[in-house]
């Protein structure tokens, strides 16, 4: 096939690293146009492809590699060519979106809600890649390397995936007003990028929050345009047919017309890339404390979210951590998940300083793994 002279485009959807790589490269030596959706073999072998398709004049179309039908790669490549982007944060992929969301509605634990997501289709057999971040990263990597005209290696990514997320930390984050999403961050230090993917507690008035099921989110920061914020499905088969469709059709068209490979729109790959921050911003770092207003005394432990937006709260003068509080901190219409029945009397005060142990134990131990999600936009309350 790559022999034959009657062909100007090769689709190739085979996934994983061989041979599909030597299949990209042969068809681009070969004086052949290229789309993919192999988002693994472009983030890990992103600067010899475009140095390929540069040196043989030809074009490689990938957007169906990143986020199913939403059209991110064109926004970046065309509609915000006037921008310097300043930073890109989402939830990128369908398979632990799809996880999540149905823990936070269905108070069910991670393997149960992987079952269901195997079951609908928005899970392979072998999830890993989906839940260890792996596949979150691939998509960062090439959205990175894309706006910001530099190879971004899977290395310089921190990576983390939900697999240590428990319906405990999806139960105490959403009573204390987050959700639980997989972001995908990067954002611009001017010398150097801050690159991360891992669980983020969200506030519930963000727009991401309400991102469910297998459906992406991205919002891109440039610095004419603001924010611009994309969404739609991420996976699913016809999702990444619409938009590997959507490249043959507009390639299809500059073969046409006599133009394919004559004005280069590739990448840029000249630019030295730049050195990937691993340290957290300080203010990203701040984790989730977001605790009762009858338990002020937990908020110098565990930091507000209000507090990362200038407003600290203080300790009530008198109050010590070992003090019983008040019952009205915990009454019969606010038991615990596990619970059954309505409390009475001194039954009711028992479970008010028991509950109030296993909060502070599991804020501790659980919700403190995960950064609070930055942004002050976008109905972020």
């Not at 010398?191 to 991401?208: A, N, R, Y």
């Not at 730049?274 to 005394?297: E, F, W």
Request: hydrophobic fraction near 40%; charge should be positive.
């Amino acid at each position: 096939m790559l022999a034959r002279r009657d062909i100007d485009i090769i689709v190739e959807l085979m996934g994983g690293y061989e041979p599909a790589r030597t299949v990209i490269l042969e068809a681009l030596k070969s004086g052949k146009n290229v789309i993919t959706a192999n988002k693994a073999v472009l983030a890990k072998h992103w600067d010899e492809i475009f140095t390929t398709a540069r040196k043989y004049s030809r074009l490689v179309y990938f957007e169906a590699s990143v986020c199913g039908a939403i059209p991110v790669i064109q926004v970046l490549n065309d509609g915000l060519a006037a921008n310097r982007i300043e930073k890109i944060s989402g939830i990128l992929n369908g398979t632990t979106n799809y996880i999540l969301s149905e823990m936070t509605r269905e108070n069910i634990n991670f393997s149960t809600a992987l079952a269901r997501a195997q079951r609908s289709g928005f899970a392979e057999a072998d999830p890993s890649f989906d839940i260890e971040g792996i596949d979150t990263a691939n998509k960062l990597a090439i959205l990175s390397s894309l706006a910001w005209g530099a190879w971004v290696k899977l290395p310089d990514i921190r990576t983390r995936g939900i697999e240590e997320v428990s319906s405990d930390d999806v139960y105490f984050a959403k009573k204390f007003g987050y959700v639980i999403k997989l972001l995908g961050t990067a954002v611009s230090h001017g010398d150097g990028l801050e690159l991360s993917v891992e669980p983020c507690l969200i506030p519930s008035k963000h727009t991401f929050a309400n991102v469910e099921k297998e459906y992406n989110a991205i919002l891109v920061h440039g610095d004419a345009a603001g924010d611009i914020m994309l969404y739609g499905k991420g996976a699913g088969q016809m999702a990444a047919a619409s938009a590997v469709v959507s490249d043959i059709i507009s390639l299809s068209r500059e073969v046409a017309n006599g133009t394919a490979g004559r004005y280069l729109i590739l990448p840029s790959i000249r630019q030295k890339p730049r050195k990937s921050s691993t340290t957290r911003n300080a203010k990203a770092r701040i984790t989730c404390g977001s605790l009762l207003l009858t338990n002020p005394g937990y908020s110098r432990r565990y930091p507000a979210y209000s507090e990362i937006r200038g407003f600290h709260s203080e300790r009530i003068p008198g109050r010590a951590h070992s003090q019983t509080p008040p019952r009205r901190a915990y009454n019969n219409a606010d038991p615990p998940h596990h619970s059954r029945g309505r409390l009475k009397g001194a039954q009711a005060y028992r479970f008010a300083r028991h509950h109030q142990g296993q909060e502070r134990q599991v804020q501790d131990r659980k919700l403190k793994k995960f950064p609070v999600y930055v942004n002050h936009g976008l109905n972020c309350g």
